[in-house]
């Protein structure tokens, strides 16, 4: 099976969630514009970490799918579960926002947040154990100690993100600082081994 | 004619389709956040079968694609029917979900969330019956016997879709487990026969 | 310039607006569903009719761009006011649906969803002739003969388009038959021509 | 790292993003439809401009990877950069369309609508000057004089969004003006210069 149509319905999915993403943000009306557009905030932070944990996740997707000479049910379904983690992103993003901005419950709403990105970094950590447990069979030219070295790259993010989830119980703005330092953090290795 | 764009549109289709989902899951405000998520379990559980379900025929179109050389007029109008049913699901999903959780008219709700899926199974069987009747147009190189087996698989689904039509009369929220062990035989199924 | 682009970035328009057609069918609620369904006939019917026009759109639109070698920025430019048209249609037909619905100023609301095709016909006319006039600069190999034939098909929707915005001011429930037939005798045309 | 799901990404990206902006205009319902359709000019001022200029955005940006022969992580950063200021354009029309059309605090929603343009013209000309400066890693084939020429071309958006940005505290509907001209420039510019 070709990996083409993978990563055309992939990326169309990624695309359209990291749009979506504005649109769950409240378009303020009446008086007094500047003053709420400030105690809108937390839509505009929330947005800002989640479109780029979404981008940061598509590259990495990308340098995965990459090595992939082909594609097996397997690698389509584990691809569908870490998609519908993706596609989650814009309703918890929105549900913190939300909830940071009114001040409810925003340790729930945190807590929520960052599970779903908990969820989509055991997803992602599951795709790429399965590829590279089948690398013959997928036509992936890696050797045993690339391997290693890039375990450590891509599951590092999982330990943080449920570091995250704790912290979500204690102070609910730290998690979007948490979860955009784990983007950064592979926007930064990224740029260092280029062959991931 | 080619079927390259025929494949991206579809994706492009499927990809919307299947994200649009979340877009229909209320965002809860306020006090008593657990509470109001768990009072949410339909909208979860309806998005949750309902992502699989797309993400399923999916996997299946693109296998039934994969065996076809070209595409004729005939292939281009039963797809947009089949698109047109997977478009129908963000709505019939939110449907449910909305009177699961009210508790009003849910056998109603239920019916018509089967519809959707019966229509779906309905089109899909079409568009699959249409190719394997113009195999030497299409450039399709599948013997009767491959056909005849794999009609076994694809065909399965429509009765029961038919049985969670009648089920839900009786138990609105059994359609979703059905519908869900739908996916999951396709799954299996697909797992054992590659080549599908 | 390629056209590949072209083609990608048009398919996940359509493929977008298509999609986006449902999420404007407002989801009913409550007691009464089977009577709300009913009720509800003129977002089913708009949404039928409009997702059958983009479809075709889409299919012609593709046997255009099928006979290009390559794109210039005036095929860039037009195509991109035919998209303009086609993203506009999901608002046109929530429109429509909505007034239908309530019985008010129905007739506004149809000479509006009549004003959308007409525009779409028009912008697909003057890529389609612009494309035939330029076919050495953009590779395209018809012949005068077959431009001709091509044209009497492609540009006979539009005058139908304008029956119907005159027909709006009458009959709004007929704009919905008009333009639904016109999407069917594309499909037989298509049918009997399959080199379009 | 190939360029083709770079390209597949970021049409997707754009093309939700030029159809989500008529999701933002709000359906009228009810009595006196011609007058509430007038009234609501600036949704449909601001859907039309903000099109043209994602539009824009979009076909400047295929000229501008039609260059390159392969991208780096720096590449992917820089274009996410810019897709997060497209996918916010939906946000920032939708704004000033609602105060354009209440009066209420115009010049604010102004301010915000240019500033999102500008954002997006900085991010395009960070795009366009790290690649013009990596033309030997990136298999760009342009020469000096070809990137001054382009420079002036690519760069002169930035100061006339800014200027908008300035005008928008004196006159909120001239904004529109102005950033419809600048679309406008690009698209004679780049009838003249087909190679860029």
């Not at 514009?33 to 981008?55: D, N, R, T, Y």
């Not at 049910?73 to 983690?85: F, G, I, P």
């Not at 993706?86 to 549900?95: E, G, K, M, R, Y």
């Given at each position: 099976m070709s990996k083409n149509r993978l990563e055309a319905f992939s990326d169309g999915v990624f695309a359209v969630a990291i749009t979506l993403l504005v649109i769950e943000i409240?378009?303020?009306?009446?008086?007094?514009?500047?003053?709420?557009?400030?105690?809108?905030?937390?839509?505009?932070?929330?947005?800002?970490?989640?479109?780029?944990?979404?981008?940061?996740?598509?590259?990495?997707?990308?340098?995965?799918?990459?090595?992939?000479?082909?594609?097996?049910?397997?690698?389509?379904?584990?691809?569908?579960?870490?998609?519908?983690?993706?596609?989650?992103?814009?309703?918890?993003?929105?549900?913190?926002?939300?909830?940071?901005?009114s001040g409810a419950d925003e340790e729930v709403a945190a807590v929520v947040y960052s599970a779903a990105?908990?969820?989509?970094?055991?997803?992602?950590?599951?795709?790429?154990?399965?590829?590279?447990?089948?690398?013959?069979?997928?036509?992936?030219?890696?050797?045993?100690?690339?391997?290693r070295r890039t375990n450590v790259v891509f599951l590092i993010g999982n330990p943080v993100y449920g570091i995250a989830l704790v912290v979500a119980f204690i102070s609910p703005a730290a998690v979007l600082v948490i979860n955009g330092a784990v983007a950064i953090y592979y926007m930064v290795v990224g740029m260092r081994s280029p062959d991931l």
């Open positions: 409240a378009v303020p009306t009446g008086e007094d514009l500047w003053h709420q557009l400030k105690e809108e905030w937390p839509s505009f932070a929330s947005f800002f970490v989640s479109f780029w944990v979404i981008g940061i996740i598509w590259v990495n997707h990308h340098g995965v799918l990459d090595h992939l000479k082909r594609a097996d049910r397997w690698v389509l379904y584990l691809n569908l579960l870490l998609l519908m983690t993706v596609v989650f992103i814009p309703f918890s993003t929105a549900l913190l926002a939300e909830h940071l901005k990105f908990t969820a989509m970094g055991l997803a992602f950590a599951s795709l790429w154990t399965y590829i590279t447990r089948h690398r013959a069979a997928l036509g992936v030219k890696l050797s045993d100690d690339e391997v």
